[in-house]
T-cell receptor, first 115, second 112 residues
Framework: KAGVTQTPRYLIKTRGQQVTLSCSPI?????VSWYQQTPGQGLQFLFEYFSETQRNKGNFPGRFSGRQFSNSRSEMNVSTLELGDSALYLC??????????????FGEGSRLTVL | KNQVEQSPQSLIILEGKNCTLQCNYTVSPFSNLRWYKQDTGRGPVSLTI?????NTKSNGRYTATLDADTKQSSLHITASQLSDSASYIC???????????FGQGTELSVKP
């Protein structure tokens, strides 16, 4: 059974640009959550999607957005990039989502560097 | 406010030694607590889950404990190996559809 796949694994952008990250969950999983991880802040919750609907949202500015497609694949977009957006962006899939006791299965992340 | 605090922030031990990582939480009502291991450059992987009624659970050389009264959990690693070098993250879930609350993690380094 294939795991969670995130693309791209590494990318470098400059301030003001935008970026789109992709996440393919484990087959059969309908929930996809996104997290930002930085050395000083740990894992910060961005948003969760379930069956194409945003179910939960963290405390991030509107520059961070996401969506989920009918095949459960998800994308997140960051517009007008700032230096502080440099981080590892992790995607996690689960059968039912954060509101249940199920385990989160994480991808290997997309490492974004903003210059 | 629902919070999860882990200690120590970082830890260096020699190969073969034991160590214990701590996780204190204020999440209420409580549903479960998971320990994740995150190797450098990889995503976190679940080690174990603790529910309200469980006190101790082992996964190989990893043993997690939970004291729901004091809202504390620990992760004990026995006979550490170089491959145990990683970040260990404690994640607590509140009851009734509650969100997941993440600790900041403990960075463990096992030296030869």
């Amino acid at each position: 059974k294939a795991g969670v796949t995130q693309t791209p694994r590494y990318l470098i952008k400059t301030r003001g640009q935008q970026v789109t990250l992709s996440c393919s969950p484990i087959s059969g999983h309908r929930s996809v959550s996104w997290y930002q991880q930085t050395p000083g802040q740990g894992l910060q919750f961005l948003f969760e999607y379930f069956s194409e609907t945003q179910r939960n949202k963290g405390n991030f500015p509107g520059r961070f957005s996401g969506r989920q497609f009918s095949n459960s694949r998800s994308e997140m977009n960051v517009s007008t990039l700032e230096l502080g957006d440099s981080a590892l962006y992790l995607c996690a899939s689960s059968l039912q989502g954060q509101g249940y006791t199920g385990e989160l299965f994480f991808g290997e992340g997309s490492r974004l560097t903003v210059l | 406010k629902n919070q999860v605090e882990q200690s120590p922030q970082s830890l260096i031990i020699l190969e073969g030694k034991n160590c214990t990582l701590q996780c204190n939480y204020t999440v209420s009502p409580f549903s479960n607590l998971r320990w994740y291991k995150q190797d450098t450059g990889r995503g976190p992987v679940s080690l174990t889950i603790m529910t309200f009624s469980e006190n101790t659970k082992s996964n190989g050389r990893y043993t997690a404990t939970l004291d729901a009264d004091t809202k504390q959990s620990s992760l004990h690693i026995t006979a550490s190996q170089l491959s145990d070098s990683a970040s260990y993250i404690c994640v607590v879930k509140g009851n009734q559809g509650g969100k997941l609350i993440f600790g900041q993690g403990t960075e463990l380094s096992v030296k030869p």
